[in-house]
């Protein structure tokens, strides 16, 4: 069997990624398990199998990673697959596959239904012995097709944390990707969320026991809400938080590092869970709040990895990438900043609004989320703060609070704002809420995507005439007269001029100027 992997991450509608520098870590898990039964996967970007780069006529499986957003692009690919091996299997994997029903719409065989590792290799079992059409109806966590039906069989339990450690991504497949080099490359060093709050939607009997029971209780609503805030969807997918051993997490990112990757992102939907279900085992961690962060085993961990020669020595870098306010102690800032000083980290605001913030069953108040903010710039980071516009519960009154909270998080040190669109994902308690309509065509998301802009051109300017490394890659499509070079460890894009034949190199350059939200321009000070 020879298998292709096809990483469609934030590929939209297009084919091409919405953020060329980011490599994510499901598809390297998914090579993983493949070559632990003996396979030699192979990964393929979207925008490359789109464009004809890869002979298919020698592989005889596909698997996609995908999100949601993706489904027009998967349809695509697996249209092209159909043409070139009709009676291969394809299955679907990643965030996409929470909603059973996508396999009618793109044309794939199997969707992964949450974590797919154990559910991979019995599927690899049954394509061993032939025998996958009969036993399908066995295992957990897929859905399969069946003619014009959907067959859904029951989810897979998540797995421990002893079991989730014994599988070990790929290392050897990021050489596939072309912007390797450059691009921000995600280890994931734990899997799952702990905020098991439901949002106070219809049918809530506001019993608390999400909020206030043991974390055994929390686990499970008595009217089945989903956990977690009402627009996210991972305590759904992935259950409550697992840490992977130091060990694991330092071997990878060596052997990551050894191919040539500079840019290392600490990936989990929360750095400070790292460690915490250590300190409440057996029970799940099921809560946002307590205990506090386990500093010994945070500690273990970013201290191994700062001592790799590559990131002393300043070849590297290591980013960790989402935090909760609510576990942002003194202590925590400091132990970041320590490790991380001068890196980017995501802080979820989402709504200025306190009612609003309990109702989506956010972990953190406002009021959190700033306190956050200012610990995290004086310990030395980067804050970067995400808001949501068209949220369920929006209102000209959480707006005004919201744009208020866009200021406040300027003065209070972020270096950055993000603000998404509300979408329903599968699996999540807002999953049958309407979608939000872009920010310019509603008048109260028109007005707070103004408020971000203006706070996002005063922050950008203070990139201007700033000394920094930068990882220079290919020509910038819109312009071949630019080279584009990424920030070390990570800011806006810059445009170089003058630096053919410096691919993959690094070299210290000077920003000159704005050209838009997402760009700059600069000048090389040292090659």
């Not at 806006?492 to 920003?511: A, H, N, S, T, Y």
Request: net charge positive; proline share 7%.
């Amino acid at each position: 069997m020879n298998p292709l992997i096809v990483d469609a991450l934030g590929s939209g509608r297009g084919g091409r990624r919405a953020t060329l520098d980011a490599i994510g870590a499901g598809p390297r898990a998914v090579a993983g398990v493949l070559e632990r039964r003996g396979f030699r996967p192979r990964i393929v970007t979207a925008e490359d199998f789109l464009e004809g780069l890869i002979d298919l006529s020698g592989f005889d499986l596909m698997l996609i990673s995908a999100m949601t957003v993706d489904q027009p692009t998967v349809r695509r690919i697996a249209s092209r697959w159909r043409r070139s091996n009709p009676e291969s299997l394809l299955i679907l994997g990643g965030p996409i596959a929470s909603d059973p029903w996508v396999l009618l719409r793109v044309g794939a065989d199997v969707a992964v239904i949450g974590e797919g590792e154990k559910t991979l290799e019995e599927l690899l079992n049954l394509l061993s012995e032939d025998r996958l059409q009969d036993g399908l109806s066995d295992v957990r966590g897929v859905a399969y097709r069946m003619g014009d039906m959907v067959r859904v069989n029951l989810l897979r339990p998540v797995m421990s944390r002893v079991e989730y450690d014994s599988y070990r991504p790929s290392t050897r497949v990021i050489v596939d990707y072309p912007l390797y080099y450059a691009a921000r490359v995600y280890v994931e060093v734990l899997r799952g969320c702990s905020n098991y709050y439901r949002p106070l939607i219809e049918g809530c009997t506001r019993c608390d026991r999400c909020r206030s029971g043991s974390l055994t209780e929390r686990y499970d609503c008595p009217v089945g809400i989903p956990p977690g805030c009402g627009y996210c969807s991972v305590p759904s997918l992935y259950g409550p938080p697992r840490s992977r051993s130091v060990s694991h997490i330092l071997g990878e990112v060596e052997e990551l590092l050894e191919l040539g990757v500079r840019r290392i992102v600490l990936s989990a939907p929360d750095i400070l869970d790292y460690g915490r279900d250590l300190l409440v085992e057996p029970e799940p961690l099921t809560d946002p709040r307590e205990p506090e962060p386990n500093y010994d085993a945070l500690e273990e961990l970013l201290a191994a990895l700062t001592d790799l020669r590559a990131i002393r020595r300043g070849e590297a870098s290591i980013m960790a990438e989402n935090i909760k306010p609510s576990l942002v102690t003194e202590r925590a800032a400091r132990l970041l900043g320590r490790y991380l000083k001068g890196t980017p980290i995501n802080i979820g605001f989402e709504t200025g609004s306190e009612s609003h913030s309990r109702f989506l069953g956010r972990p953190s108040t406002p009021r959190e989320c700033l306190i956050a903010i200012r610990r995290l710039r004086r310990a030395g980071l980067r804050p970067q703060v995400y808001f949501i516009h068209g949220l369920p519960g929006q209102s000209a009154d959480t707006v005004n609070s919201t744009i208020k909270a866009v200021e406040a998080s300027v003065e209070a040190g972020a270096d950055w704002i993000i603000l998404y669109r509300f979408m329903p994902l599968p699996m999540s308690a807002f999953a049958d809420m309407p979608r939000a309509p872009p920010a310019m065509r509603d008048p109260l998301s028109k007005r707070l995507r103004e408020a971000v802009s203006k706070a996002n051109r005063g922050l950008k300017r203070r990139w201007i005439g700033r000394r920094l490394k930068a990882i220079v890659d290919g020509r910038y499509v819109k312009d071949r007269r630019f080279h584009v070079a990424y920030p070390m460890p990570h800011g806006p894009v810059i445009l170089l001029k003058g630096v053919d034949g410096f691919e993959g190199r690094m070299v210290e350059v000077e920003v000159t100027s704005i050209t838009t939200e997402r760009l700059m321009m600069g000048i090389v000070t040292k090659r």
